[in-house]
């Protein structure tokens, strides 16, 4: 594994490279061109937070703000959905050129983090205009950084795994799409994760879902603890930055980052004999 990572390393240049091609070919003819990727989550923001008005007895307040989390949310779909298709999507390229075939999965990592910096920088200017910041910016920021960092060692095992799967059954291209589907609906995204704190029987389990706590964790990164009412009217326990399970998502994503690298080594060759 530490030679595969030494010629990955090697290969860097090959990497940049392929991270700048995709790019190009995605906008080419493209009048938007990078903008387009801040059109979806950004439309889901608008309406979710119409719809919302409507549902929530108690609205809270500054409610499309917080909903910001859905950027982080589309870089991890995304990244985990086009990492699934990264070999066979590539099967030509690997059948001309040698190179590390880990490196695949990896590029559509990069260009999907490329595409999450612009949504960022969206958010800040977003915030910004609406005088959120910099009143409201706190030290607790910076917890960005280790928040992204994870999200991208979590989704590259991700990948890893899944791309791997993927070579011998196509199957799980789809079961993916449909998982990260449903996911949307399971995380603290249209709802405050307040709420689920309410009932400490189902907290507990529901914050081991390391997407669950990398949403949370950025939310409060950006935006301290919003006022939640439940249906009587009463305030819930606000809800900071989740240290211990934000510690163990790390823990997590890590190992799931070793072992989609050693599965990938271990069965690269039967990966390019099937491809």
């Known amino acids: ?42 439309m889901q923001i608008i309406v979710i937070t119409q719809v919302m008005k409507f549902i929530l007895p108690n609205p809270v307040k500054d409610y499309s703000a917080h909903l910001f989390i859905l950027f982080l949310w589309a870089f ?15 099967a030509q390229l690997i059948r001309k050129i040698y190179g590390p075939r880990a490196i695949l999965p990896l590029v559509t990592i990069l260009n999907n983090l490329f ?4 949504a960022f920088a969206f958010t800040l200017a977003y915030f910004f205009a609406r005088g959120t910041y910099p009143q409201h910016l706190r030290p607790e920021f910076l917890m960005v950084i280790p928040v992204v960092i994870c999200a991208v060692v979590l989704c590259v095992g991700l990948a890893l795994i899944t791309s791997y799967l ?15 589907g449903l996911f949307l609906y399971a995380l603290p995204i249209f709802y405050p994760i307040e709420q689920v704190r309410a009932h400490p029987e189902i907290y507990a389990w529901y ?28 305030v819930l326990t606000p809800v900071g930055i989740p240290w211990d399970y934000f510690g163990f998502t790390c823990l997590l ?23």
């Open 1 to 42: 594994m530490l030679e595969s990572l030494r010629e990955i390393w090697a290969y860097r240049a090959l990497i940049t490279e392929f991270v700048r091609r995709d790019l190009k070919l995605r906008y080419k003819n493209s009048v938007g061109g990078v903008a387009w990727s801040l059109f979806n989550p950004l």
């Open 76 to 90: 991890i779909q995304v990244s985990v959905i086009d990492g699934c298709g990264a070999i066979l999507n590539n």
């Open 115 to 118: 595409h999450f910096a612009v």
């Open 166 to 180: 993927n070579v011998f059954y196509e199957d799980v291209r789809i079961i993916v799409s449909s998982l990260t």
């Open 207 to 234: 914050m081991l879902n390391p997407f669950a706590t990398l949403l949370v964790t950025y939310q409060r990164a950006l935006l301290a603890p919003p006022i939640v009412r439940n249906a009587h009217g009463e």
């Open 253 to 275: 994503s890590i190992g799931v980052l070793w072992l989609g690298f050693a599965l990938f080594e271990k069965y690269k060759w039967e990966i390019v004999e099937r491809v």
